[in-house]
């Protein structure tokens, strides 16, 4: 299977290429991000709709990481 | 019959402003509002507290409302943010211009100081490269602007003002008549808005349509309300249809966009060509906007009086007839000091500021 590098929260990672960033940040990380008010938070709908993965890409915040594939060389920061 | 010394129609920002400054001043006061409270002009409106330099009349009522404004810095639910405002120059035409803005707002004590070009950057690293650079106001202020008419209201109930939760049909000998065919007495003050021809139709008063869009969060991104130069074309000018760079950064690190300005369009509907349009003009100053999520759309409506003054005074020919509308884009910073204005010449009091440009018998239609 191909793999992209790509960096999650500082951490280097091989991840097969043509999966979703939330599928990503799943295979390394329990949550995906904290709420405004604190609380945990993960993928909801994996559609779009939700809004529960929202995280930080190549610099541009609030991207939905389930609707984003992997690139080589993709910046993530999952509370960003 | 429930008698008042005023019954104000109206619980927008400059109604409830209104209660507020007359109750306490010791007046007995109701207040008539079918809707929910600051839920007409007051709660599409951006909620930047600024002082426009253009018009001496103008500027002296928002110059002497922003003084006001300072008693409710701290009030929770106005989340008053002091972000400043920072005028951006595109050319040398209106970087030139800057000098004599400054002049004029220091001429009435408000401090605004020339930026560079490159102190424009170093201020907000996001605007679009080989602007010229621009005027900075650091007094001023953005608010939640529902927040204040309910903080307002909240003041005015707690020394007594009576609330009406009705619509005020027809202004009568004694006073006013509600919907439910029950009257009452007194004096009365119509803060109604876009909705004034329908108690007035004496004034003329026409609706100004505006966009505004709101972002996700991206805390930031930008530090000021930020305008262009131009605004002020867009805004005093007389054209059916404008758009103009006017973005706001909100405590909750979202981007409030605007603005917007239609004479042609009566229906709340939002238009994707104009939000196109503005987006545009916004995407010119800040590119950095092209790539982010809107959340919602919305639109209003801007009271607009007959010269873009509000009226502010007692009709001429009806003894017991005051009103306080018609402040366009701009009554959210002259709540407070159009609430003075007319409440103390009610008491027949000398006011603060001179209140000859807004009496309404400078517009009154000769029937």
Same mark, same amino acid.
């Given at each position: 299977?191909?793999?992209?590098?790509?960096?999650?929260?500082?951490?280097?990672?091989?991840?097969p290429?043509?999966?979703s960033v939330a599928?990503?940040?799943?295979?390394f990380r329990p949550?995906m991000?904290r709420s405004v008010?604190?609380?945990?938070?993960?993928?909801?709908?994996?559609?779009?709709?939700?809004?529960e993965c929202r995280?930080?890409?190549?610099g541009?915040a609030?991207?939905?990481a389930c609707?984003?594939?992997?690139?080589e060389g993709?910046?993530?920061i999952t509370d960003? | 019959? @429930?008698?008042?010394?005023?019954?104000?129609?109206?619980?927008g920002? #400059?109604?409830t +402003?209104?209660?507020d400054?007359?109750?306490?001043?010791?007046?007995?006061?109701a %207040?008539?509002e079918p809707?929910?409270i600051?839920?007409?002009a007051t709660? =599409?409106?951006?909620?930047h507290?600024v002082?426009?330099?253009? *018009?001496? +009349?103008e500027?002296?009522?928002?110059n002497?409302s922003l003084?006001l404004?300072?008693?409710?810095?701290h009030?929770e639910?106005?989340e &008053?943010?002091r972000?400043g405002t920072?005028?951006v120059a595109?050319s040398?035409?209106? &970087?030139?211009?800057?000098?004599? @803005?400054?002049?004029r707002l220091?001429a009435v004590?408000?401090q605004?100081?020339l930026?560079?070009?490159?102190q $424009?950057?170093?201020?907000?690293?996001s !605007?679009?490269?080989?602007l010229?650079?621009?005027?900075r106001v650091?007094?001023e202020?953005v #608010?939640?602007p529902?927040?204040? =008419?309910?903080?307002?209201?909240d003041?005015?109930?707690?020394r007594g003002?009576v609330?009406?939760a009705q619509r005020?049909t027809a202004?009568?000998?004694?006073?006013v008549q $509600?919907?439910?065919?029950t009257g009452?007495a007194g004096?009365?003050?119509?803060?109604t808005?876009? =909705?004034l021809?329908?108690?007035?139709?004496?004034?003329?008063?026409?609706?100004? @349509?505006?966009?505004?869009?709101?972002? *996700?969060?991206y805390p930031g991104l930008i530090?000021?309300?930020?305008?262009e130069l131009?605004y002020?074309d867009s805004?005093?000018?007389?054209? /059916?249809?404008?758009? +103009?760079f006017?973005v706001q950064?909100?405590p909750t690190?979202? %981007?409030?966009?605007?603005?917007?300005?239609?004479y042609s369009s009566n229906?709340?509907?939002?238009?994707m060509p104009t939000v196109r349009?503005?987006?545009?003009r916004?995407?010119?100053y800040?590119?950095?906007?092209?790539? !982010?999520d809107?959340?919602?759309?919305w639109?209003g409506f801007r009271?607009v009086?007959a010269?873009?003054?509000p009226?502010?005074?007692r009709l001429p020919d009806n003894?017991?007839v005051? #009103?306080a509308s018609?402040?366009?884009?701009?009554g959210?910073?002259?709540?407070?000091?159009?609430?003075?204005?007319?409440?103390?010449q &009610?008491l027949?009091?000398a006011?603060?500021? /001179?209140?000859r440009?807004?009496?309404?018998a400078r517009?009154v239609?000769?029937v």
């Open positions: 299977m191909t793999q992209v590098r790509i960096d999650i929260n500082g951490q280097v990672l091989d991840v290429a043509g999966i599928a990503a940040i799943a295979r949550s991000r008010s604190g609380q945990m938070r993960a993928p909801f709908c994996g559609m779009g709709i939700c809004f995280v930080r890409i190549d541009v609030q991207q939905r609707m984003t594939p992997v690139r993709m910046q993530v960003g | 019959m @429930k008698s008042y010394d005023l019954i104000i129609v109206g619980a920002i #400059v109604g +402003a209104c209660a400054y007359a109750s306490e001043q010791g007046l007995r006061v %207040i008539v809707g929910p600051g839920g007409g709660a =599409a409106a951006m909620g507290l002082a426009m330099d253009d *018009d001496p +009349a500027l002296a009522l928002a002497y003084g404004w300072e008693e409710f810095t009030v639910q106005i &008053y943010n972000c920072l005028w595109s040398e035409a209106e &970087y030139a211009h800057i000098p004599e @803005k400054i002049a220091a004590g408000a605004a100081e930026i560079d070009s490159e $424009l950057y170093r201020l907000e690293p !605007l679009a490269p080989g010229r650079g621009g005027m650091p007094r202020a #608010v939640y529902p927040g204040m =008419a309910r903080h307002l209201l003041r005015a109930r707690a003002v609330l009406y005020a202004i009568t000998r004694q006073g $509600l919907d439910d065919r009452l004096a009365v003050l119509v803060a808005g876009c =909705a021809p329908q108690l007035l139709p004496q004034l003329p008063m026409r609706a100004r @349509k505006g966009h505004l869009v709101i972002t *996700d969060r530090h000021h309300q930020l305008l131009g002020a805004a005093h000018g007389d054209a /059916d249809s404008s758009v +103009a006017n950064p909100r690190g979202q %981007i409030l966009i605007g603005s917007s300005r239609e229906t709340p509907d939002v238009s349009r503005m987006l545009e916004t995407f010119r800040l590119p950095a906007l092209r790539q !982010l809107a959340l919602r759309i639109t009271p009086s010269d873009g003054l009226y502010l005074g003894a017991h005051w #009103v018609g402040h366009e884009g701009l959210i910073t002259t709540s407070l000091g159009s609430a003075r204005l007319v409440i103390d &009610y027949g009091r006011t603060a500021i /001179d209140s440009p807004y009496d309404p517009a239609a000769c």
